[in-house]
């Protein structure tokens, strides 16, 4: 009894946690210099993608490219360009994707990343707590005995 009584109040107040997590997600602003470089990205022909990561402290590190045969491939060499420049940089943050063609899209990246990176922290923390129930499982039945 002790056990499905733990589990439903571990199960309560889960349930109380999730529907209390707030929706709000922390967008980097762009700095003023990578603003620049936009309106040189935006300048030129399709099949390109605008990739920056912006640190805490506003160091920065972008890439695009533009022009090839499919909207993937500048995608894969931006990314490629992006890391180059962060390692170069040392920035650290994590790179999203600003724009795909001329349609801006960082926030909406940002905001799916931390809702994939947020479900898999939720569903971590729950298998642990899982876990932990199982492993006092067998010393509340002894209690109850």
């Not at 890391?83 to 994707?97: F, L, Q």
């Not at 971590?124 to 002894?142: I, K, L, R, S, T």
């Amino acid at each position: 009894m002790k056990v499905l009584a733990k589990s439903v109040a571990v199960f309560a107040v889960v349930s109380f946690l999730a529907g209390c997590a707030s929706d709000t997600v922390y967008v980097p602003k762009i700095p003023p210099e990578a603003q620049a470089k936009l309106l040189d990205y935006f300048e030129q022909p399709d099949n390109k993608v605008f990739i920056i990561a912006v640190d805490p402290g506003g160091d920065f590190a972008y890439a695009y490219d533009y022009g090839k045969p499919t909207l993937k491939e500048a995608a894969r060499v931006a990314v490629q360009k992006c890391d180059a420049s962060r390692e170069s940089s040392g920035v650290v943050a994590r790179p999203y994707i600003y724009a795909l063609n001329n349609k801006v899209v960082y926030e909406d990246m940002i905001r799916q990343a931390q809702r994939e990176d947020k479900v898999e922290k939720d569903q971590g923390a729950q298998m642990d707590e899982m876990d932990e129930m199982a492993a006092e499982e067998p010393a509340d039945v002894a209690e109850e005995m």
